[in-house]
């Protein structure tokens, strides 16, 4: 018979403490909430109300419902209030000596059934549970944040809790409609083994001024379809308690240099801008504790005019190439009213190329999403050549052709004496150094990245890459091109990866590290990533989609441009695609997609 927990108690009402009592009071079950002060109680109580009648507000809760909620939850100072409760979750800040002298008090004033639970992210739970004399009671209840929303839950076991107190707890989950993985004691358990290193990487692009907050967070929102970028996600996970987190895991994972955190944070922690809690962290907040981003001095000005300043005018692009990208270049290009001239290898290519780009526009007219005139006149405006002297008047040149250094520099050569001056040129490439690229003409000042994701009609990102020769008019051109493409085009520096690759392709490799290690399984940790971050794929789902090869390559390339020995490739990746387990494309990676 499973456990019945009447009562629960969460100490701290933080960012995390204030979600967790509502998650277990909108659950049916009675809270005392304890805080360490009247002001701490007060700043807990606001949060709670606020939470509540924002989901009333937006019609997830009925206002009833909300005061039968509150109605379950009393507060009060101090943990002696905490004698009679069935179980105990601790959320005070991520320090190990507040933790266990937290824990030892707890069990001093609890009775000696009482579950005794924490909810840190990083710290050791078997160091916490020794501060106690019912060790074997003690476990890890791990929530995402924010608490309410978040469906998974990571349940710590250490080596001496026992079997029945993870199974209660298991149980108590589902009641709460949490989905949850049980794991073992692990600096970061899955989720934000994951998560920080690639989070921390992402605060070092910003403090290197790679990129701008608002270019780094659409990048992966856009380019990866997650629900926020890492800096705001640093901003909602509070500064402090990342920092803190990074600083465990580094000392017990490994001293991974990577989860060292970059010193920009420790000045901000200093600094207090922690945050949304404090209303201001990498952005703005209205006020503390605000989700509402408000305009400050760092914030770009958006309009058309300033997006366009210094740009040159385009009206005649150039698409050299005729793969996947290329096709989808010619039709974003002549979709957005732009004159298009398309230059293959051969007429046939170009023929084919045509047919793809037919296809496509009619699949669009089929779904009733272009106009058959507009899908006519897309088509009317490509012009179709297998020289590249006709590019001789277009304003912008686009080269999607295979990745290989040495075609592309003698491209560029080529387009240096063909195209009239002013042109701007960009390479599409993923993994090439573009400046090795605008070093093979005598124009560097005009060459740019423009790295458009796949599959490019859909994709709505762009990364426009700037080399330490790149004039601020060809960038300026390239982002209002992009713009009057429909897309988001951010701008970073010349680095392997540019921004997308560089932040994901660890983390997937990272997963990888986990799934040979037998920390967890494939499943578990897709589920951790969906459930717990809002991915849209977890790991090893992406890893099938986009293939073993392609993503053992990247890494390769982030691995021998950086040398962070922490982007080495993983040894099962390697194995996977020695072995032909490409993915979905072979049927078989990760997953066996054979009877799919
Ligand atoms: N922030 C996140 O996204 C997140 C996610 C999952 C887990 N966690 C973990 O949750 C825990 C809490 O983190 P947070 O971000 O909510 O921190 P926080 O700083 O927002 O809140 C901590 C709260 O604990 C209170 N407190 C401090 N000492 C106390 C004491 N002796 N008795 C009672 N209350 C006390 C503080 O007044 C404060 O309100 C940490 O272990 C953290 O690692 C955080």
Redesign the pocket.
């Known amino acids: 018979m499973a456990r019945e927990f009447s009562t629960v108690g969460v100490?701290?009402?933080?960012?995390?403490?204030a979600g967790i009592v509502e998650v277990f009071a909108r659950n049916g079950i009675d809270v005392l909430a304890?805080?360490?002060s009247e002001p701490?109680l007060e700043?807990?109580r606001a949060t709670l109300t606020g939470s509540t009648d924002r989901a009333v507000a937006k019609g997830k809760l009925a206002a009833a419902d909300r005061d039968a909620l509150h109605e379950r939850v009393h507060f009060a100072v101090g943990?002696d209030a905490l004698h009679s409760v069935d179980l105990v979750i601790e959320?005070?800040?991520?320090h190990l000596d507040?933790k266990q002298r937290?824990f030892a008090e707890l069990d001093r004033v609890c009775r000696p059934e009482t579950i005794l639970a924490t909810?840190?992210?990083?710290l050791s739970v078997t160091e916490i549970s020794v501060a106690t004399t019912r060790p074997n009671q003690v476990i890890g209840i791990?929530?995402?944040?924010p608490a309410p929303v978040m469906k998974l839950v990571e349940v710590v076991r250490t080596v001496v809790t026992s079997p029945e107190v993870v199974a209660d707890v298991e149980a108590l989950c589902a009641r709460l409609g949490k989905v949850d993985v049980t794991i073992n004691d692990r600096a970061g358990f899955i989720a934000n083994a994951l998560l920080f290193g690639y989070l921390n990487h992402a605060v070092g692009m910003f403090e290197a001024h790679y990129a701008t907050r608002e270019d780094i967070d659409a990048a992966m929102k856009l380019g990866c379809g997650l629900p926020m970028g890492p800096l705001a996600l640093m901003d909602?996970?509070?500064l402090?308690?990342a920092y803190?987190?990074l600083d465990t895991m580094y000392r017990r994972g490994g001293r991974d240099r990577r989860h060292a955190p970059v010193p920009l944070l420790k000045q901000m922690v200093t600094a207090g801008l922690l945050g949304r809690?404090s209303g201001r962290g990498f952005y703005t907040y209205e006020r503390p504790g605000s989700p509402v981003v408000v305009p400050d001095e760092a914030t770009p000005v958006a309009t058309q005019a300033a997006l366009a300043d210094g740009a040159r005018a385009i009206t005649k692009v150039g698409v050299v190439g005729s793969g996947t990208m290329a096709t989808g270049i010619i039709e974003v290009f002549a979709k957005a009213g732009y004159e298009v001239v398309s230059v293959t290898r051969g007429m046939e290519k170009s023929a084919k190329v045509c047919e793809a780009v037919k296809t496509s526009l009619n699949k669009g007219v089929v779904r009733g999403k272009l106009a058959e005139a507009d899908r006519d006149a897309a088509l009317g405006r490509i012009s179709w050549s297998a020289t590249l002297d006709h590019l001789a008047d277009v304003d912008l040149v686009v080269e999607a052709v295979v990745e290989e250094l040495s075609v592309k520099k003698a491209l560029f050569a080529s387009l240096d004496e063909i195209c009239k001056p002013g042109v701007v040129l960009a390479t599409t490439t993923s993994s090439l150094p573009v400046i090795d690229v605008a070093m093979a003409t005598h124009r560097p000042a005009d060459v740019v990245g423009l790295h458009f994701f796949n599959p490019a009609p859909i994709m709505p990102l762009v990364e426009v890459v700037r080399t330490i020769r790149t004039s601020p008019e060809a960038t300026a051109t390239a982002r209002a091109v992009c713009a009057t493409l429909g897309k988001t085009g951010v701008v970073c520096g010349d680095r392997s990866g540019f921004i997308v690759n560089a932040l994901l392709f660890p983390y997937l490799n990272d997963a990888v590290k986990m799934l040979e290690a037998s920390y967890s399984t494939a499943d578990d940790i897709d589920h951790a990533m969906k459930l717990g971050c809002g991915y849209p794929m977890g790991p090893f789902e992406l890893l099938d989609v986009v293939g073993l090869d392609v993503s053992l390559a990247i890494q390769r390339e982030l691995y021998l441009e950086l040398r962070e020995p922490g982007f080495a490739p993983a040894p099962l990746l390697e194995h996977l695609v020695t072995a032909g387990y490409l993915g979905r494309k072979t049927r078989r990676g990760f997953r066996d997609h054979s009877h799919r």
């Open positions: 100490v701290g009402l933080g960012t995390m403490g304890v805080e360490i701490a700043r807990g943990l959320a005070v800040p991520e507040l937290i909810n840190t992210s990083s791990h929530f995402f944040n909602l996970i509070g402090d308690t803190e987190i809690k």
